[in-house]
């Protein structure tokens, strides 16, 4: 069974940037691709970025695409997501997981972390 952390949330002004980790413990990860969803107040959880483990695929939601970067460390069998020019609609709770699936449904998705909350203010 793989466990995920996610650390780094916090409050930051819009314009600037934050630095999210999930580290995964258990087992190794080389079958799975790693997904960032994020929980909006109010609102549903919605797919942010995904990597396969692997190959080092990344696909991204269009309303992240060219501020957010998914990567990993394969030493520390970790992911992150660094997250630039930030805005007040990207605030929300952010949670990582692991799927052999469909990268966008969150419902494919397994072991999700505690998550980070993430705060922008304008």
């Known amino acids: 069974q793989v466990q995920l952390v996610e650390s780094g949330g916090g409050l930051v002004q819009a314009g600037g940037s934050l630095r999210l980790s999930c580290a995964a413990s258990?087992?190794?990860?080389?079958?799975?691709?790693v997904g960032w969803f994020r929980q909006p107040p109010g609102k549903e959880r919605e797919f942010v970025a995904a990597?396969?483990?692997?190959?080092?695929?990344?696909y991204y939601a269009d309303s992240v695409k060219g501020r957010f970067t998914i990567s990993r460390d394969n030493a520390k069998i970790t992911v992150y997501l660094q997250m630039n020019s930030l805005k007040a609609e990207d605030t929300a709770v952010y949670y990582c997981?692991?799927?052999?699936?469909?990268?966008?449904?969150?419902?494919?998705?397994?072991?999700w972390g505690q998550g980070t909350q993430v705060t922008v203010s304008s």
């Open positions: 997981a692991i799927t052999r699936r469909s990268h966008e449904d969150p419902t494919a998705y397994g072991c």
């Open positions: 258990g087992r190794t990860l080389s079958s799975y691709e």
């Open positions: 990597i396969g483990w692997s190959a080092g695929s990344t």
